[in-house]
């Protein structure tokens, strides 16, 4: 158990939809990221952010946010889904203390129908 | 920009084989670098890492060095168990933000 945690496991939504993922860092990391895993794309890093505010991103639509909340909490918003947005959506977090070791969760399957 | 190169699988062997999974790095500066595992129907796990220049990560029988004069951090298993089927990813973390720049993993199967 990495101590990330992510909710929903598994969500089947239909195209032009829109989902929130969730993500509970572990406690005390400060930096949160998000990644997405297809067949096609491996893995790709989307967003983090540190501390609430965005600190990097990477291959995310405009389609797609995310916020990081004071609890330090996590949600990845994806809207106007399309069937290519169906996809393992990977949480994970790191700090300092960790030596910035990133421990990931056991991730959001997401299925677009 | 900084990327990850590793070997195409599936890399396919006999229980108690020697195991070596490519990796090489294209990096500004020195980043620290990273094996993470993914079982089937599972997360990533980190698996190893080493943080500088001739480090060497080790873990469940794992070992790979940081090779800074061949950009290199190759995976290694002395014997490997049907157990150690599966998908492994090298990684390495971007020296300004941490975030990880992953390799396009390769599948590791083990027949007993």
């Known amino acids: 158990d990495s101590g990330v945690t992510q909710t929903p496991k598994h969500l089947i939504t239909a195209t032009g939809q829109r989902v929130t993922l969730r993500c509970s860092p572990r406690s005390g990391d400060l930096s949160v990221y998000w990644y997405q895993q297809s067949l096609d794309q491996g893995l790709q890093f989307l967003i983090q952010?540190?501390?609430?505010?965005?600190?990097a991103k990477g291959n995310i639509l405009e389609r797609f946010s995310a916020q990081q909340f004071p609890d330090l909490h996590s949600e990845l918003n994806l809207s106007s889904l399309e069937l290519g947005d169906s996809a393992l959506y990977f949480c994970?977090?790191?700090?300092?203390?960790?030596?910035?070791?990133?421990?990931f969760g056991e991730g959001s399957w997401l299925t677009v129908v | 920009g900084d990327s990850v190169t590793q070997m195409e699988g599936p890399v396919t062997l006999s229980e108690e084989a020697f195991l070596t999974i490519n990796c090489t790095y294209t990096a500004t500066g020195y980043p620290s670098l990273f094996w993470y595992v993914q079982y089937p129907g599972e997360g990533l796990q980190l698996l190893l890492k080493a943080t500088k220049a001739d480090d060497k990560g080790s873990n469940k029988g794992f070992e790979a060095t940081y090779r800074k004069e061949t950009t290199s951090f190759h995976l290694e298993k002395g014997s490997v168990q049907v157990s150690d089927s599966a998908v492994y990813f090298c990684a390495l973390s971007d020296l300004n933000t941490d975030k990880l720049i992953f390799g396009t993993g390769t599948r590791l199967q083990v027949f007993p």
């Open positions: 952010y540190y501390n609430g505010e965005e600190r």
């Open positions: 994970a977090s790191s700090t300092v203390t960790s030596g910035n070791t990133i421990y």
